[in-house]
């Protein structure tokens, strides 16, 4: 058969779908981008009623001077090594109440993970570049420890977790469940890290 | 032969612009979802450290942002190259930021505003003793909760 007036017209009426169908595709997959970093509690302004009597041992001082370097439990440490000994400090158990404990149990180191405190001081002259590196690793310290006990109670990572939890869009009968472990592997390792008021340098 | 004359040669049939508002709908749509918004320029050069240990800033509405760092180019005549506070759209010394804190919080809504949390935008190259000022001056308000705003990738970056 000869065909007559030429091609026949493409129908565009379907065409409208197909942009929808791309527009919606955009929608659900582009993510509007977030800010990320690190969280932290500054300590409440009125000291607490009852004086507490903390142990030397139990403390881990880190100072960051003007230039950058550290001095850990009063010696010179590189700032790579630094999450190395945050982390076997928190992990000693010297008083052996610590059951999950993994460290060397040094009865000069720190008695259980809810007695160890992390003390960060640092200058006035400090970049703020090095004192958010210090954090993140002190951060990581406390992160490694709970990923290790969330591996070891659930099988799976804290962070990941902690992430899926604080996530807006996830459903609250999976978030009821993953608070309770979030706050198991929390209490197992509780964060205490203290800041200090900034000495000033000379 | 006759068969093949039938056919109309140079004149085309017109192409459909009928789905041309879609694909121009579709394209304008696309660019809104991605474009966010900023609710003031930055009057500071700002560039965030890197960390790795970061968690997500989510639900915006509770967030009150501080920006630290030099003032940029075009205001470091006027202002000095020594780092400044931005609140907003203007700078700020360090006895505002306590004002500032409180005023934005009395503008959230009421549920809100015991959950704000202050995000600092701080350079890199800032020096802690602001940030330790600014901190206090938190402190004093009681906005207890921060979030050192950071890119996400390797911390010892920042040390170059």
Request: hydrophobic share 35%; net charge neutral; proline share 5%.
């Amino acid at each position: 058969m000869p065909r007559r007036g030429g091609p026949p017209e493409v129908n565009a009426g379907s065409m409208a779908d197909i942009a929808f169908l791309l527009l919606i595709f955009f929608l659900v997959t582009t993510t509007i981008e977030t800010d990320a970093g690190l969280d932290r509690m500054l300590p409440p302004m009125e000291p607490p009623d009852t004086d507490v009597v903390i142990k030397q041992k139990n403390i881990f001082t880190v100072n960051i001077n003007k230039s950058g370097q550290l001095l850990v439990e009063e010696e010179l440490l590189d700032l790579k090594q630094l999450r190395q000994r945050a982390i076997a400090f928190l992990d000693n158990g010297g008083d052996g109440s610590c059951k999950y404990c993994k460290g060397k149990r040094d009865a000069s180191s720190s008695d259980n993970p809810a007695k160890a405190i992390i003390s960060l001081k640092n200058d006035r002259e400090t970049r703020y570049g090095t004192y958010i590196t210090v954090q993140n690793e002190l951060v990581g310290a406390y992160n490694d420890l709970r990923n290790r006990e969330a591996q070891r109670l659930f099988g799976r990572d804290f962070t990941e977790m902690e992430a899926e939890f604080l996530n807006p869009e996830t459903p609250s009968s999976i978030r009821d469940d993953l608070k309770e472990k979030v706050q198991k592997v929390q209490g197992l390792f509780p964060q205490k890290l203290s800041e200090a008021e900034t000495s000033t340098s000379n | 032969m006759a068969k093949f004359n039938k056919k109309k040669d140079g004149d085309l049939p017109a192409v459909s612009t009928a789905s041309l508002p879609d694909i121009v709908f579709m394209l304008l749509f696309f660019f809104m979802t991605v474009t966010t918004m900023k609710d003031s320029s930055l009057m500071v050069q700002n560039t965030l450290p890197n960390a790795s240990e970061v968690k997500k800033l989510e639900k915006k509405d509770r967030v009150l942002y501080i920006y630290v760092g030099k003032p940029t180019r075009e205001y470091q005549k006027v202002f000095g190259t020594e780092p400044k506070i931005q609140l907003n759209d203007k700078f700020a010394n360090v006895s505002e930021v306590g004002d500032f804190i409180l005023q934005e919080r009395a503008k959230k809504p009421q549920e809100l505003q015991n959950v704000l949390t202050t995000a600092m935008k701080v350079d890199k190259d800032a020096n802690m003793g602001l940030i330790s000022d600014i901190k206090q001056e938190l402190r004093k308000v009681n906005a207890l909760k921060v979030n050192y705003t950071t890119y996400e990738g390797d911390a010892f970056r920042n040390l170059q």
